[in-house]
Nanobody
């Protein structure tokens, strides 16, 4: 059974930092791309960042470039999202997801972790 479990969310003041973790289990993810998404209240879910398990080419949405960093630890099957210089508009539920290279959509999703940035 595939599981993606996020952790690390919380309440932080603007300008602060948080590191989200996504522990992946239940299968081999070497042929998957791991993504982070977020959904703010009343808004659609949006892409934040992504990284392949095999490789290092990262991708970010423009609003987080230079502030967020996605990384992974293959040995621990964990993906991270380091978030610095947080802004109130970063407040959302953050989700981890996995997409096989041959798939056009993300196949597996975590339950989400809340990030709240106060002004």
């Amino acid at each position: 059974q595939v599981q993606l479990v996020e952790s690390g969310g919380g309440l932080v003041q603007a300008g602060g930092s948080l590191r989200l973790s996504c522990a992946a289990s239940g299968r081999t993810f070497s042929n998957y791309r791991m993504g982070w998404f977020r959904q703010a209240p009343g808004k659609e879910r949006e892409f934040v960042a992504a990284i392949p398990w095999s490789g290092s080419t990262t991708d970010y949405t423009d609003s987080v470039k230079g502030r967020f960093t996605v990384s992974k630890t293959n040995a621990k099957s964990t993906v991270y999202l380091q978030m610095n210089s947080l802004k109130p508009e970063d407040t959302a539920v953050y989700y981890c997801a996995a997409r096989h290279y041959t798939s056009h959509q993300y196949d597996y999703w975590g339950q989400g972790t809340q990030v709240t940035v106060s002004s």
